[in-house]
C-alpha cells in the first residue's frame, strides 16, 4: 500500500504545478478512450483500476481549473485538433514497453496530453478568439467548465460593424468587381447573405434613406459590366446573420472616368449676320416690285392704244 500512496501523492503535486489545459474533460471520445483503457489492459488488479480511475477522474478536475488561465473557452476545430493528437499519443504510449508501474505510466501520458493542450490553446486565444479585427461577431465556442457550446460575442470597431471605406476608379466602358469578404465571415453561425446598395451621392454614408438596394444573394462579390457615368457613387455592402443583423459594413466608393470620345463637344453655330444686311435686299426688292408695276401699266395701256387704232 505505501507504494501506491507515493504514487498517489506524486500525481496530486504534479497537476498542482501551474499548467494550461482546458476541455478534454469535455470530449467524449477522450472519456470513452480512457474508460475503454482502464476495463480492458491485462495484468492489473481491481485496485489498480479504482488507482487508475481516480488519476484520470482528478486530471478532468485539474483540467477545468486550469482551463481558466485562458479563458476557459475552445472552439471545435481547436478541441479537435487537440483531441486527435492526444488519441494518437496515448495509443503509441501504451504500446510502448515500460518499466515503471502503470500508475506512473498514466501519469506520463497525461501530462503530455497536458502540454498537447496547452500548445492549441494558446494558438486558439492568440489567434482563434475574436479574429475578427472589425465588424460583429458570435463566435460558436466551448465553455470548459460547463462543457456547453454557446455564442461569445466579438465585437471591434468604432463604429462596431464598420470595416472601412475603398477607392475605386474604372473608366467608362470597363468592369468593376466588388468583393467584400473578410476571412472571419465563415466562422458566422447560420445562413448568411450580402446586401448591396447604391447611393449616387451620400453625403452621410450611415443615412439609410440615401441607399437602394441592388441585390442580395449568398456571393460576397458582385461585377458591374459597362460601367456608365451614371453607376458612379458609394456602394455599400452589408453580411446579414438569419436574424437580419448588420455583422460587418463596408463601402465602396467608385468613380468612374469618362472616355475622350464620348465627352461632350461644343456644335459650332453660324454667326448671326447684322441686320443692317438685310436692309439692302429689301430695297432692291421693293424696287423691283414698282419696276413690275410700271412695265404692266405700260403694256396694258400700249395695248388699249393699238385697239383704238385698229378701229
Not at 478536475?61 to 488519441?87: F, K, M, W
Amino acid at each position: 500500500m505505501a507504494p501506491r500512496c507515493v504514487l498517489l501523492c506524486c500525481f496530486w503535486l504534479l497537476c498542482a504545478v501551474p499548467c494550461v489545459s482546458a476541455c478534454l474533460q469535455c470530449d467524449r471520445p477522450i472519456l470513452h478512450m480512457h474508460e475503454d483503457f482502464i476495463a480492458t489492459v491485462e495484468g492489473i488488479t481491481i485496485q489498480d483500476q479504482m488507482d487508475l480511475k481516480q488519476i484520470v477522474q482528478h486530471a478532468y478536475l485539474t483540467y477545468q481549473e486550469t482551463s481558466e488561465h485562458l479563458r476557459g473557452l475552445v472552439d471545435p476545430t481547436t478541441l479537435y485538433r487537440a483531441q486527435t493528437e492526444y488519441q494518437s499519443e496515448f495509443m503509441r504510449h501504451w504500446q510502448e514497453p515500460r518499466m515503471e508501474s502503470i500508475q506512473w505510466h498514466m501519469i506520463k501520458i497525461v501530462e503530455k496530453g497536458r502540454r498537447i493542450l496547452q500548445r492549441h490553446l494558446e494558438v486558439f486565444v492568440a489567434e482563434g478568439l475574436c479574429p475578427n479585427k472589425c465588424g460583429l461577431l458570435f463566435q460558436s465556442v466551448m465553455n470548459c467548465s460547463s462543457c456547453q457550446y454557446s455564442l461569445h460575442t466579438c465585437l471591434s470597431g468604432t463604429p462596431p460593424q464598420d470595416c472601412g471605406e475603398f477607392l475605386l476608379n474604372a473608366e467608362e466602358g470597363e468592369q468593376v468587381v466588388f468583393d467584400c469578404f473578410l476571412p472571419w465571415h465563415s466562422l458566422v453561425v447560420g445562413q448568411t447573405e450580402y446586401q448591396y446598395s447604391w447611393s449616387q451621392g451620400a453625403r452621410n454614408f450611415s443615412a439609410e434613406d440615401d441607399y437602394e438596394v441592388l441585390v442580395v444573394t449568398e456571393d460576397s462579390k458582385i461585377v458591374l459590366n459597362q460601367l456608365s457615368l451614371r453607376e458612379q457613387g458609394v456602394y455599400r455592402c452589408l453580411l446579414l446573420d438569419k436574424k437580419r443583423t448588420a455583422l460587418s459594413r463596408m463601402y465602396f466608393i467608385l468613380t468612374v472616368i469618362p472616355l475622350p470620345s464620348s465627352t461632350l463637344r461644343q456644335i459650332p453655330m453660324v454667326p448671326s449676320l447684322p441686320r443692317s444686311d438685310f436692309i439692302p435686299a429689301r430695297l432692291h426688292r421693293d424696287t423691283l416690285l414698282k419696276i413690275v408695276a410700271i412695265l404692266t401699266a405700260l403694256s396694258m395701256s400700249a395695248s388699249l392704244v393699238l385697239i383704238a387704232y385698229f378701229r
